[in-house]
């Protein structure tokens, strides 16, 4: 029995991958590098609170806000992606992360997210990202993407005024 | 003095030292390719014993502390001297004919042990309670092996011996002679228990599947050499290279040695190794796991046993 | 003696420290080391058990409090050259146990770590490639 | 060679996966006696849990150990959803099932191939380590990591599976099935194997009742206890098994219960992927949870893995303590090893398939 | 499940007095059973398990903490976890702080780990111990690790996340 194993080995040939001397297949859902887009970030740090490896950092300055995130915390867990409503965080598939010690800090994914002035009164906010506002507004129009550039205080006086 | 000359230059040279060192390795190399395949891998390159010779010359030797320094060092090169002898002893049809002035059989036999007692040593000498394990596996080992190996020799010996109207030849000269004009061993019936008797001492004596107990990896670490490392760990694996060597063409040389002459029978002889090393101990290597000691000692008194004995009859009841 | 140096490329053999990891990147490890789908033999790798034998060292974990003077002394053992090749984020960064009362600090603040690869646990062919750039290391340390 | 000597194995010892310290007593080559010491893997997770928040421990309880990885945070993901009151969708009780038995068939063909290891048969060792290498594949594909699945969230599953990764999974099982099948019959006739492992260890059925063993190591002595049977959860009530059972007691049988359950698993896989029902695979996103305390328990591909969680209505336990199944099987070690050789010593610790990283923490 | 409670309820009466405890049971929609017993006095835990013991229950395992409300005054909760047959039965009860607690490991021989657990995590002592050895402990961290609010090695710990941190955020400062 195990000797026709044996005589199929030797018949079958190599079961070995091309690695390292060729490309290596990565399926669509593996957990690799984390990507983040600022211009989608609203800054709910929804994605600090949940990650348990500390791995993500939220610096704010008076005209905007850092995110940093560290691959060599981080655990590849996905719960960012998972609970982050506005989709700005996703992981990859890439997990080409291997580095020389030299590098060990500067394993980061960063992005600044940029306050902005509020279209009525001119004060540093945080415009409201499109499918938060879908989210919120149930709907998509010219008005509600006005909305999206006044400051939480401007907008609720504007949807008060436009209701009365 | 021309008689001693060719004698240094076959023991440090050729078929010992050298030639037997670079067989051992290529027989090495191409056994880990054979067996790479029969596992469905690639496996490394041919020349991966070679390079690891190579590394190892370069790395640092450490001296276990409360390690007898001066026989700590000099056991892996009492090893290899005595391989080199031994390999010499090795005759090779129609090439090489074993030089008198190093003995007989029963010599190039005792040479054998060497090795063996060489790890023991080693392993004492290293002070860990791994190697103490090691050291009275390969003793028991040894001591089941020894006695019917012996027999297949007395066997062997005899019945060459008869024939030349004596009562026993122990030159391996004269056993290669004989079976040239009688035909191999290995084609006679009469002879097949000792042969299947002389397989099994194969594994055990060079520490193959299923008797590399003594190197147990999962028991036992890498047992008697677990505190060597750099040049002196090397100086053993090409001990254990040439030793590989040595058995197989001592198993050739009893039972198939017939072959032409000149450069053709070198070949022969080669080719021969590697049919044995991977046909052999590839397979052996892939097909089994390891016995418990206890079970390979019982095994191997009893089956070499039995098949020496009935070898042994067989030929006295003949001749 | 110099030309031999660049045959330490081509026999790396690994040693690898559990430094109190959650198992994931030892299993990781052993199947990455033995079996024919990955087979490291190609690279010459060897797994040794002695770490008297060996060239690189594998660490995983994250380091323990009980661990460490073990995993100190044990690196101590490894004859030079040596590289060090951290696996996982527990030994490069502690990861989600940093805080932990029984985590020392992570592992190249005691012993020189050569090359890191993150992943929890990486896969194995991201290993392959931590011991790939561990082996160029070994070439020019040699 | 009647002397008593000690013989230290570990804490970092090739033959063992995890640190671990055994100080034995040896006489000649016979095991007299064995004291074991734990601890080098205690990295303070029960510590860590109450200071981190629920979402944050489902992570962090996934890296208390990466066999068993999908069990930890199921079972705490159960004992959160019986406080907080939630039933979790039907859909999301087979996905959890899926994600289960996919880490069971890994693990338990993992356990068998190392023994296969331990007596040197590096052939029969790959041959398994292949056929598990699909089952990674299949966490690859679907889960997006080869140990750690990261299926769960409070309320369900955080994965769904279309028809596309249905029929992957199906094709999948379909392969693997008959190279089980064939494992299974190695294991039951290879010499090698019958020699080695027949009769050694030899654990009896009152002997695990006593030491309260759970999983494939009681199970192998014959003791019928499996949580999915006894304590249903998830979707094990609406699917047909047997639960496996050895008669000998020795390394052998656990090995073979192993393999056995493996395929119990994927066939529990494959009724999981025709009786799934349509329908959400996630409760509620960010569920308020209240004051009160819980016990879960499941099936851990060792055993019985209870779950113990008392909150105080923060977001964080006020004390969550588990215990795995490997807990209580290290005790059964000294028994098992009375009598036997040095050389069954990592048979024997193989075959309680230890889990050092769940035992300490 | 009605029958565990009414069973639970008779032999605990029996055994303790009913003035003695508080039984509650909980059966969920698959029908198993968590049965909560929690204790008014230290001395009733063996008659309880030697109930377990008769009703041929295992035990599962022992939980110790610390009540919030009682940390100040050092009261300790201990939740033994009995497994009946697939359902739970878990008894509790408060031990006031330097109080001691029976050995369950004459009757129950797996109780031994989990009691040397508890008193390295918990600093609790344990009446009749025959193996008060270290478990998982080293020797270097002081016994009840777990009744602190913040063990000191943690907050060093969590100095080095702030390190790690410092310098993460510098490096990125100098690339730019």
């Not at chain 2, 020894?146 to 000269?173: D, K, M």
């Not at chain 2, 021969?272 to 000692?297: E, H, N, P």
């Not at chain 3, 931590?130 to 070994?138: E, M, P, Q, R």
Request: aromatic share 8%; net charge neutral; with cysteine.
């Amino acid at each position: 029995m195990w000797q026709l194993v044996l005589l199929k080995n030797l018949l079958k040939g190599p079961a070995t991958e091309a690695f390292p001397f060729g490309e290596a297949t990565t399926p669509a859902a593996y957990r690799g590098r984390v990507a983040f887009d600022p211009s989608a970030c609203t800054a709910c740090r929804t994605c600090q609170y949940v990650c348990a490896a500390g791995a993500i950092h939220f610096e704010e300055r008076p005209d905007g806000l850092r995110f940093t995130l560290w691959h060599n915390s981080c655990v590849f867990c996905g719960m960012c992606q998972h609970y982050c409503v506005a989709k700005a965080i996703h992981l990859t598939t890439d997990w080409h992360l291997s580095h020389e010690q030299a590098r060990k800090y500067e394993m980061v994914e960063e992005g600044w997210v940029p306050f902005r002035p509020c279209l009525q009164c001119g004060e540093l906010m945080l415009p409201a990202t499109p499918p938060l506002m879908r989210l919120a507004y149930r709907g998509d129009s010219k008005e509600i993407e006005a909305l999206r550039h006044l400051c939480p205080k401007c907008r609720q006086t504007r949807a008060a005024g436009r209701n009365s | 003095m021309p008689e001693t000359l060719k004698l240094i230059f076959q023991v440090l040279v050729f078929p010992g030292g050298l030639f037997a060192l670079c067989l051992g390795l290529c027989l090495k190399g191409f056994e880990r390719r054979i067996r790479a395949r029969l596992q469905r891998r690639v496996g490394p390159p041919l020349l991966q014993p070679f390079f690891d010779l190579a590394k190892l010359a370069r790395k640092d030797t450490t001296i276990p502390e409360g390690a007898p320094a001066c026989l700590f060092s000099a056991l892996p090169f009492a090893g290899v001297c005595s391989m080199a002898i031994a390999a010499a002893m090795i005759p090779i049809t129609g090439v090489h004919l074993a030089p008198a002035g190093l003995g007989d059989i029963l010599v190039l036999f005792y040479l054998l042990a060497i090795p063996a007692i060489v790890l023991m040593l080693a392993g004492s000498a290293s002070g860990s309670p791994f190697s103490a394990i090691a050291f009275s596996r390969e003793l028991s080992i040894m001591m089941a092996y020894e006695g019917p190996i012996l027999l297949v020799i007395l066997t062997i010996a005899i019945r060459v011996g008869v024939s030349q109207g004596g009562w026993i030849a122990l030159s391996l000269n004269d056993i290669i002679a004989y079976q040239q004009r009688y035909g191999a061993f290995l084609f006679d019936p009469v002879m097949w228990p000792a042969l299947l008797a002389f397989l099994v001492f194969f594994p055990a004596n060079l520490g193959v599947a299923p008797f590399d107990i003594p190197e147990a990896e999962s028991e036992v670490l890498d047992g008697p050499l677990l505190e060597y490392s750099g040049p002196l760990l090397g100086l053993f694996k090409m001990m254990s290279a040439m030793k590989a060597g040595v058995v197989i063409g001592l198993g050739i040389a009893l039972f198939y040695p017939n072959a032409p002459g000149g450069a053709l029978g070198l070949m022969c002889f080669v080719l021969k190794c590697f049919v044995v090393s991977s046909l052999g101990v590839a397979v052996l290597r892939t097909s089994m796991g390891r016995m418990r000691i206890d079970q390979a000692f019982r095994f191997l008194v009893i089956w070499p046993g039995i098949l020496g004995l009935v070898s042994l009859v067989v030929v006295l009841w003949r001749y | 003696m110099s030309s031999l140096s660049r045959f330490a490329g081509k026999s790396p053999w690994l040693y690898r420290i559990n430094a109190g990891s959650c198992n994931g990147c030892d299993v990781e490890l052993a199947t990455t080391a033995i079996i024919p789908r990955y087979d490291v033999e190609r690279l010459g790798c060897q797994y040794c058990a002695s770490p008297k034998h060996a060239d690189i060292v594998l660490i995983t974990g994250p380091l323990t409090t009980r661990v460490k003077d073990k995993v100190l002394s044990l690196y101590d053992e490894i004859p030079n050259p040596k590289v060090t090749v951290a696996i996982g984020i527990c030994p490069i960064s502690g990861g989600v146990f940093r805080e932990s009362y029984t985590m020392s600090r992570p592992v190249d603040e005691y012993i020189p770590v050569d090359v890191n690869v993150p992943g929890c646990p990486p896969r194995p062919q991201a290993i392959i490639e931590g011991i790939a750039k561990a082996i160029k290391i070994l070439e020019s340390r040699s | 060679m009647t002397t008593t000597y000690k013989l230290p194995v570990g804490p970092l010892h090739v033959a063992l996966e995890e640190p671990m310290y055994f100080k034995i007593d040896v006489q000649g080559e016979t095991i007299a006696g064995l004291d074991i010491t734990a601890g080098h893997v205690h990295r303070g997770i029960e510590y860590l849990t109450m200071n981190r928040n629920f979402i944050q421990n489902i992570t962090l309880l996934e890296r208390v150990c990466s066999l068993c990885s999908n069990s930890h945070p199921t079972t705490f993901c159960m004992a959160l959803e019986q406080i907080a009151g939630i039933d979790i969708p039907p859909r999301a009780e087979f996905l959890r099932v899926i994600a289960d038995e996919t880490k069971r068939v890994s693990s338990n063909l993992f356990n068998v191939a190392i023994l296969a290891h331990i007596v040197g048969f590096d052939t029969l060792f790959m041959h398994v380590m292949e056929t598990r290498e699909i089952m990674q594949d299949v966490k690859e594909t679907i889960f997006g990591n080869r140990m750690d699945l990261a299926a769960n969230c409070i309320g369900g599953v955080r994965f769904d599976l279309d028809t596309e990764r249905k029929s992957y999974l199906g094709a999948q099982i379909d392969r693997v099935i008959p190279l089980v099948g064939k494992i299974h019959k190695l294991y039951l006739t290879d010499r090698t194997i019958l020699s080695r492992a027949r009769g050694v260890g030899v654990l009896s059925k009152s002997d695990a009742l006593e030491l309260a063993l759970v999983g494939p190591v009681a199970r192998g002595s014959g003791v019928e206890y499996d949580v999915r049977k006894k304590a249903p959860y998830a979707a094990y009530d609406q699917l047909d098994f047997e639960v496996v059972t050895g008669s000998d007691g020795d390394v052998w049988s656990r090995a073979l219960v192993r393999i056995q359950e493996a395929e119990v698993a994927l066939d529990l896989l494959r009724q999981c992927l025709q009786k799934m029902p349509e329908g959400p695979i996630c409760a509620s996103l960010l569920p308020e949870v209240p004051a009160g305390e819980a016990i879960a328990k499941s099936e851990a591909p060792r055993g019985e893995l209870i779950y113990y969680l008392r909150t105080n209505g923060s977001d964080r336990p006020a004390r969550l303590k588990w215990r795995v199944p490997s807990y209580m099987n290290w005790s059964a070690l000294p028994l098992m090893m009375k009598g036997n050789k040095i050389g069954d010593i990592p048979m024997i610790v193989n075959s309680i398939d230890p889990c050092i990283s769940c035992t300490e923490r | 499940m009605k029958e565990l409670q009414a069973l639970l309820q008779r032999e605990l009466d029996e055994r303790v007095g009913e003035q003695n405890i508080s039984l509650e049971c909980r059966t969920n929609r698959k029908g198993v059973t968590t049965a909560w017993c929690r204790l008014k006095r230290i001395e009733d835990l063996l008659p309880c398990a030697q109930m377990v013991k008769a009703l041929s229950g295992r035990l599962s395992t022992i939980t110790a903490s610390s009540r919030e409300h009682a940390r100040e005054s050092g009261t300790h909760e201990l939740a033994y976890h009995f497994d009946l047959d697939g359902d739970t039965l878990t008894v509790s009860l408060l031990l006031p702080l330097g109080a001691e607690v029976d050995s369950l490991t004459p009757l129950f021989r797996n109780a031994d780990w989990n009691e040397r657990e508890f008193m390295e995590l918990y600093d609790i002592k344990i009446r009749g111990c025959l193996n008060p050895k270290r478990l998982f402990l080293d020797e270097s961290i002081a016994p009840g690790v777990l009744d602190r609010l913040i063990p000191f090695s943690a907050l060093v710990n969590a100095a080095s996340t702030k390190t790690l941190w410092e310098r993460i955020l510098a490096n990125r400062e100098e690339g730019q």
